[in-house]
């Protein structure tokens, strides 16, 4: 036989919704790009391509090519169709004038392969310990996410909505490439969101890889300054605000005063004033002793930069002690813990990816097909949470069992609320002799029988 194609028919409010990134594309494109989104997001295991293509009942389709066609020839940009999704995710989950709160952070994702270009050697943190670094073969992915509440949780969700490349400094000279560097994509893609959105209020939150003074720079020099949030060395370079001058004086003005002693002398000096707080950190509360203060924070060679810094530690020993900044010195301690402690949300969202969506399961191997194929993959991340809270506003059905009860809905839930939607739009007929029975077309049918006898 030969398989047609099995194209769900969602709801109005999802058909309206993948509309919107239409204008990215030509006709013909969008309407093979339906078919991966929906193939993507009905398949198990592996998300490649022939692997949507099955999903929706395509096979057996002989020109199967013309949909690879889309990821490493189609003529469309990746930044057009961030930058819907970004204006989408702010509409179903911000309100009006909601601050935005950014994460960012990178992932790796193991590749091998000859004809794999841009593969190299990084850090696995995965695999690697505070002892002992681990590298594995693979790409490097800088992924900038927003953190949205969902009405199903209790903890925000990080929504991919921007996702590049970096290459190793080897690689980009192998390829005669232009370099940069984590903090140098950081600051290039927190100028694209702030172009987008100039008028509203931007936080960056990342770990300690993006706690550099250009990038605080960066971020100051800004129209409506992003606040920046990261982790300080304990060993940073503080010193005190200049003394004022007099205009009569001549030469260059002093950019920075005297030396402050290093946070980590703080921490065992017996005078210092530390302040108690009570504060939820990764879903558990917890009685910390903070200090803080305002100073300009340099290193050889840069201006100095004025930030406010926050050193933590716990009097139960729970975690080590640890410093933060931002660069909003307006900003109160507790709000700058609060805020560090939510980057942690970015993690849960690629062990997501990877349990749920088949991150590092992509076999594409052209340089175009693997620029566009995960940011497309993190992007149906942000795309199927959007569809379960349209369908969903409320709450979310959770799968219970006798043995274990679910205490809030997780991405599993929202990706099988929606694939149930896609799979109860397929037109089903109740049968005419007896109404208990339902008519299953024969492709779908074949689908979900060849998806049940391949899953793992």
Avoid at 42 to 71: I, W
Avoid at 94 to 101: F, N, Q, R, S, T
Avoid at 172 to 182: D, Q, V
Avoid at 375 to 390: D, N, W
């Amino acid at each position: 036989h030969t398989q047609e194609e099995v194209m769900p028919s969602p709801s109005k409010e999802i058909i309206q919704l993948l509309s919107l990134f239409s204008v990215a594309f030509t006709a013909p494109t969008f309407a093979k790009v339906m078919v991966l989104i929906f193939g993507t997001i009905l398949a198990p295991g592996r998300r490649t391509v022939t692997a949507a293509l099955r999903m929706m009942g395509l096979g057996d389709n002989p020109r199967y090519s013309k949909y690879h066609r889309v990821l490493n020839r189609g003529y469309w940009s990746p930044w057009v169709v961030s930058k819907i999704l970004l204006g989408l995710i702010i509409l179903i989950f911000l309100p009006v004038g909601v601050p935005l709160l950014l994460v960012i952070d990178e992932t790796l994702e193991r590749r091998r392969g000859k004809q794999i270009k841009y593969k190299g050697w990084f850090r696995d943190p995965i695999l690697s310990t505070k002892k002992h670094v681990v590298t594995s073969l693979g790409l490097r992915w800088i992924c900038l996410a927003v953190l949205v509440p969902v009405p199903w949780s209790q903890r925000p969700w990080a929504l991919p909505f921007m996702t590049v490349l970096a290459l190793g400094q080897k690689t980009s000279a192998k390829l005669n490439k232009r370099h940069r560097t984590i903090v140098q994509w950081a600051e290039f893609m927190i100028d694209k969101v702030r172009r987008w959105q100039p008028e509203r209020e931007i936080t960056l939150v990342g770990d300690g890889s993006y706690a550099a003074i250009a990038l605080v720079q960066r971020c100051q020099r800004l129209k409506k300054h992003v606040k920046l949030v990261s982790r300080l060395r304990l060993d940073a370079r503080l010193f005190d605000f200049p003394a004022p001058q007099s205009k009569h004086k001549r030469g260059p003005k002093p950019k920075k005063g005297a030396r402050q002693i290093q946070l980590s002398q703080r921490l065992e000096d017996p005078e210092t004033d530390w302040k108690k707080l009570k504060v939820t950190l990764y879903g558990e509360e917890h009685f910390i002793e903070f200090i803080t203060g305002r100073s300009l924070w340099h290193t050889p060679g840069q201006d100095p930069v004025t930030i406010r810094w926050v050193l933590v530690r716990c009097p139960e020993d729970s975690f080590k002690p640890a410093a933060f900044f931002c660069s909003d010195t307006h900003i109160s301690a507790k709000q700058i813990i609060v805020w560090f402690a939510w980057r942690w949300n970015i993690e849960v969202t690629f062990e997501e990816l990877r349990a749920f969506l088949g991150f590092e399961t992509q076999r594409q191997w052209s340089d175009r097909a693997i620029e566009r194929t995960t940011p497309c993959l993190f992007g149906i991340f942000s795309l199927v949470t959007i569809m379960a809270k349209m369908l969903f506003p409320i709450e979310l059905p959770v799968r219970q069992t006798s043995w274990y009860i679910k205490e809030e809905a997780t991405f599993s839930d929202a990706l099988a609320a929606v694939r149930k939607h896609l799979w109860s739009h397929l037109n089903y007929e109740r049968s005419s002799q007896n109404p208990d029975l339902f008519l299953i077309p024969q492709a779908a049918l074949f689908s979900l029988v060849d998806s049940a006898c391949y899953s793992t």
